[in-house]
């Protein structure tokens, strides 16, 4: 007797993926708007949240691109606090488009570098390309083969493909150079 095992449905985002999800992150997130260029002092006390929480989160969005950091100027002995704000792509202004309304296309480097900022995929989105393309195409692949036709990372893809053989969705065909197929039971559906 044959099992099919169906692929558990990815969670859908309550919020906006560019917005934060905690209580705790909406809090500050709120603070940075109301006040930005505050220091992440200031930033806790406003959002009421502790202290050592607020730099915290604010650098993990720094890396997300999600805010911008604006050294302290020295004015003496001691070290300036850094100053935070809500990086400009991330701020709905009245000249910038809303779901209604198409954007313009611009042609500079900053601006495209932006745009590839803000294209970062919903976590288990990766996972759901990858298990598209396997059910799609028939045979063997590299995370190289695939992260070249989903124009991502290969480590990321090799990720994505060991948590859907983990599943039970795909399967590894071979080690040495590592292959990835879709599993037979999942096939068939």
Do not use: C
């Amino acid at each position: 007797m044959s099992t099919n095992r169906t692929l558990p449905a990815l969670p859908t985002p309550t919020t906006d993926p560019v917005k934060p999800r905690t209580e705790t992150e909406e809090k500050l997130w709120q603070a940075l708007q109301d006040a930005p260029g505050s220091t992440a002092a200031a930033l806790s006390v406003a959002a009421a949240i502790g202290k050592s929480t607020a730099p915290k989160i604010l650098t993990l969005w720094e890396k997300d691109g999600l805010v911008t950091r604006t050294a302290g100027i020295a004015d003496g002995g001691s070290r300036p606090a850094d100053r935070w704000s809500i990086t400009a792509t991330d701020q709905l202004t009245d000249d910038q488009p809303t779901d209604d309304q198409p954007a313009a296309v611009t042609e500079s480097s900053e601006d495209s570098e932006q745009q590839e900022k803000s294209h970062r995929l919903a976590p288990g989105a990766l996972r759901g390309m990858v298990e598209d393309y396997l059910r799609d195409n028939t045979g063997e692949f590299s995370p190289n083969a695939i992260g070249k036709a989903l124009k991502r990372s290969s480590g990321a893809v090799h990720n994505a493909l060991e948590k859907l053989v983990e599943i039970g969705y795909a399967v590894r065909t071979s080690d040495k150079p590592k292959k990835f197929s879709l599993a037979t039971t999942t096939s068939a559906e």
